[in-house]
């Protein structure tokens, strides 16, 4: 069964830094998210991406966050000046429209 | 907007009970889907079940069933003959179709299967 792959599974840097978090969507999906979970605490909406633009962000995602769709297969989430709050599991997905959203197994970002 | 409310921070049950996840929400939407995802220790975010809210039927997935009850807004989650390997965190979400298409999650309910 095809599947989200998201990488690194942990990525561990400096507060001030840029990160980029990587993730491959399912093939023939065209929606795609990025969901952030605090440790103990809910999964959050950040933001979705359909036809090469946002069709949505929560408040959470300011100007610290950008995401992009580089080539066909890619779709990254790029945060930069991490701060230590941050640190979070963040969870890519995907879907076709009007079906349940794939989520790949997360990156563990911690800010130290 | 939408919320979603899990009213059980922790449950505990031996294994082979059966156990019932609560989980309420609140729409002005007619037309929406209802989900149960599962997360183990790893912390991946494996779907359980869904529910189409136009659909009367209660959705079923082997040992796991829903109650949806739409007037009342609930969303219940039964697992029957409970194993050790049902422990996990377990979030209830809330899709619309408008728009974004964005998952609200509810906070979680940890279910503990106790040999």
């Known amino acids: 069964e095809p599947e989200v792959t998201q990488t690194p599974s942990h990525q561990v840097t400096q507060m001030g830094q840029e990160v980029i978090l990587r993730c491959v969507p399912i093939s023939n999906h065209l929606y795609f998210y990025w969901y952030r979970q605090i440790l103990g605490q809910k999964v959050e909406f950040l933001v979705s991406?359909?036809?090469?633009?946002?069709?949505?962000k929560s408040e959470i995602f300011d100007d610290q966050f950008s995401v992009e769709r580089p080539d066909g297969s890619n779709f990254t989430l790029k945060i930069r000046s991490t701060k230590l709050e941050d640190s979070a599991m963040y969870f890519c997905a995907s879907s076709p429209r009007f079906q349940p959203q794939h989520f790949g197994d997360g990156t563990r970002l911690s800010i130290l | 907007a939408q919320t979603v409310t899990q009213s059980q921070p922790e449950m505990s049950v031996q294994e082979a009970e059966t156990v019932t996840l609560s989980c309420t929400y609140d729409?002005?939407?007619?037309?929406?889907?209802l989900f149960w995802y599962k997360q183990p220790p790893s912390r991946q975010m494996i779907l359980v079940i869904r529910q189409e809210a136009y659909k009367q039927q209660n959705a079923t997935e082997n040992r796991f069933s829903v109650n949806f009850q739409k007037a009342a807004k609930s969303f219940s989650l039964k697992i029957s003959d409970s194993q050790l390997g049902d422990t996990a965190m377990y979030f209830c979400a809330f899709l619309r179709l408008q728009g974004a298409q964005k998952l609200v999650f509810g906070q979680g309910t940890r279910l503990t299967i106790n040999p």
């Open positions: 729409t002005s939407e007619s037309n929406y889907y």
């Open positions: 991406f359909y036809n090469n633009e946002i069709s949505e």
